[in-house]
């Protein structure tokens, strides 16, 4: 049975006992009111919300990031009528409840791209133990000031936002309603701000697209691993090929190419010094002072690809120090 839905879900959305589908036929879709509150109805009801647009459409970061937590689908419409996959460009059909994988369908190699393209991506997961000052927001300004020389310009519920920026205001928002999300703005920059609690921690987990990769001088991803070493639980730094100002585009495009990853004091600590300094990577830094050290590291100039380091050092975290 399909449900016509009208009323917050939006100008036209459908509901089946495995999905809610939603339409929007924009040349950019936003992280909308009436989207995020889809996709909050799809996981509390344990559907799956599926975004349809046209070939031409391209999805915001934060709806994309969006769109990832929920475990959501994108899918497009193309001009011959059929349908596919917006991220891996699989075929899909509609089989009277939701869209699903055409039989013996398979993923169709991704456009190639040059190394570097697209925007810079940014993602910073910082804790907060009890007892230390909860600083929602420094995060996301420290990486616009060092990815742009200018901090963020505003921040909202949804797109557009609608407020100026303020530490403080971000803060009570996120407080007051953790786990709560809010999406902030710079000069060039979009992405969201997350915050949940685990036992007495609060994570704060900022995702930020902009601006383009091969614009931002190194020295600069290079001072934001230094000022984020004393504080911060992880740091990546990608370059995504399939995002340019901030907007996916509807062609299948390869994951963010990794850059660099810092991981904070809490693992250096646990794993010892030796162990982080024998990170297999091609550039390997420690940063930060005293019993908050931070291990940065960087992919570029090894004799292995990114992706292919990135695993080796992954590997290497989960390898007791000392084995």
């Known amino acids: 049975m399909v449900e016509p839905v ?64 929920a475990r959501a689908g994108w899918v497009v419409r193309d001009e011959s009528g059929g349908y596919r996959d917006g991220f891996l460009g699989l075929p899909l059909d509609w089989n009277g409840s939701r869209f699903v994988p055409e039989k013996s369908a398979t993923i169709p190699p991704p456009r190639k791209y040059s190394p570097g393209s697209g925007d810079l991506e940014v993602r ?17 300004d420290i990486a616009m000031r060092a990815l742009t020389g200018t901090g963020p310009t505003g921040w909202g519920v949804a797109e557009p936002v609608t407020e100026p920026w303020s530490v403080t205001g971000i803060s009570a928002h996120c407080t007051r309603r953790a786990p709560a999300s809010a ?49 911060v639980r992880r740091l990546v730094v990608g370059a995504a090929p399939g995002r340019t100002q901030g907007v996916r585009s509807a062609i299948p495009a390869p994951p963010a190419l990794p850059y660099g ?18 990170t297999p990577a091609a550039r390997v830094r420690l940063l930060g002072a005293g019993d908050r ?31």
């Open 183 to 231: 999406i902030v703005v710079g000069d060039g920059v979009t992405g969201r701000l997350q915050v949940s609690q685990v036992d007495d921690v609060v994570v704060e987990d900022v995702r930020l697209s902009g601006p383009a990769a091969g614009s931002v001088d190194t020295r600069r991803i290079e001072d934001l691993a230094a000022e984020c070493a004393g504080t």
């Open 261 to 278: 990853v810092l991981f904070g004091h809490e693992l250096v600590s646990a794993v010892g010094i030796a162990h982080a300094h024998r």
């Open 6 to 69: 009208n009323g917050y879900l939006g100008a036209w959305a459908r509901v089946t006992p495995e999905a809610i589908v939603v339409e929007q036929f924009r040349d950019v879709v936003p992280a909308s009111t009436w989207l995020i509150d889809a996709a909050r109805t799809a996981v509390e009801s344990g559907r799956a919300l599926q975004l349809v647009t046209g070939a031409r459409s391209g999805l915001t970061f934060p709806l994309e990031s969006l769109l990832g937590d």
């Open 124 to 140: 910073i997961t910082t804790p907060f133990p009890a007892g230390e000052p909860l600083k929602l927001g420094r995060s996301t």
């Open 293 to 323: 050290k931070a291990v940065w590291c960087r992919f570029d100039g090894g004799t292995s690809a990114p992706f292919e380091q990135l695993t080796d050092i992954l590997h290497h975290y989960a390898t007791p120090a000392g084995s």
